[in-house]
């Protein structure tokens, strides 16, 4: 019978003999477990392009905005609306605008379509379109200026620029005096109005010549 010192010596050594197999064993079902566990790698997204659908609508809605001292600069109402993120555009049924220059002057438009960006600096109103400039007191001059008043079937206004651009007919109404063109380019900032195409007009109920 062998010496009990012998067996763990024998027991020791196959040990120590089947040590790097067992460690081996082990790595690799633990490597198999890894893979298992791990989710396999998605394929790159491709970018989805934006389909030309609304992805939020308001009905019978009032959007104001303010100046720093809290008073209203601008007021947009409609009857429906929709908001195309792929344009970041709003379209607008039944458009109503009332906006404010720095001077209180008061600036109202409306058609029976508005479309506007995301800031709502540029708004096109199509269908039945006008816009009307309202008189600070009646008397023509460039501090007082009078009623202005633009109509027809596309008008593309600037609200920060002030001006208005059309390249359809349109009708101008200044105090007094009446005009009528194929396309129009207004700036009324710079006080400078360009008609174009076949221009009409008459200046205090006089014709224009």
Same mark, same amino acid.
């Given at each position: 019978?062998?010496?009990? &010192?012998?067996?763990?010596?024998?027991?020791? *050594?196959?040990?120590?003999l089947y040590l790097p197999l067992a460690c081996m064993v082990i790595v690799a079902l633990g490597s198999y477990w890894m893979?298992? #566990?791990?989710?396999?790698? #998605?394929?790159? #997204?491709?970018?989805?392009?934006?389909?030309h659908a609304p992805d939020y609508f308001m009905d019978g809605f009032s959007i104001k905005t303010f100046d720093a001292g809290g008073r209203v600069r601008s007021e947009v109402m409609g009857t429906h609306a929709a908001h195309y993120p792929d344009t970041q555009s709003l379209e607008i049924k039944n458009i109503r605008i009332r906006s404010y220059d720095d001077k209180g002057q008061l600036t109202t438009a409306q058609a029976d379509l508005g479309l506007? $960006? *995301?800031?709502? #600096?540029?708004?096109?109103?199509?269908?039945?379109?006008v816009v009307v400039r309202d008189s600070s007191g009646g008397k023509d001059s460039s501090d007082n200026p009078p009623r202005l008043e633009? &109509?027809?079937?596309?008008?593309?206004?600037?609200m920060t620029t002030e001006q208005i651009k059309s390249h359809k007919p349109v009708q101008?109404? &200044?105090? $007094?005096s009446h005009f009528s063109a194929d396309r129009m380019d207004y700036d009324n900032v710079a006080q400078v109005l360009k008609l174009d195409g076949r221009v009409r007009g008459t200046i205090g109920g006089s014709p224009a010549r």
């Amino acid at each position: 019978m062998k010496d009990p &010192r012998d067996l763990a010596r024998e027991a020791w *050594e196959y040990f120590l003999l089947y040590l790097p197999l067992a460690c081996m064993v082990i790595v690799a079902l633990g490597s198999y477990w890894m893979v298992r #566990s791990t989710p396999a790698p #998605s394929a790159p #997204s491709r970018p989805v392009a934006l389909r030309h659908a609304p992805d939020y609508f308001m009905d019978g809605f009032s959007i104001k905005t303010f100046d720093a001292g809290g008073r209203v600069r601008s007021e947009v109402m409609g009857t429906h609306a929709a908001h195309y993120p792929d344009t970041q555009s709003l379209e607008i049924k039944n458009i109503r605008i009332r906006s404010y220059d720095d001077k209180g002057q008061l600036t109202t438009a409306q058609a029976d379509l508005g479309l506007t $960006n *995301e800031d709502g #600096s540029q708004v096109q109103l199509i269908g039945n379109a006008v816009v009307v400039r309202d008189s600070s007191g009646g008397k023509d001059s460039s501090d007082n200026p009078p009623r202005l008043e633009y &109509r027809g079937e596309f008008l593309d206004a600037f609200m920060t620029t002030e001006q208005i651009k059309s390249h359809k007919p349109v009708q101008l109404t &200044r105090g $007094n005096s009446h005009f009528s063109a194929d396309r129009m380019d207004y700036d009324n900032v710079a006080q400078v109005l360009k008609l174009d195409g076949r221009v009409r007009g008459t200046i205090g109920g006089s014709p224009a010549r």
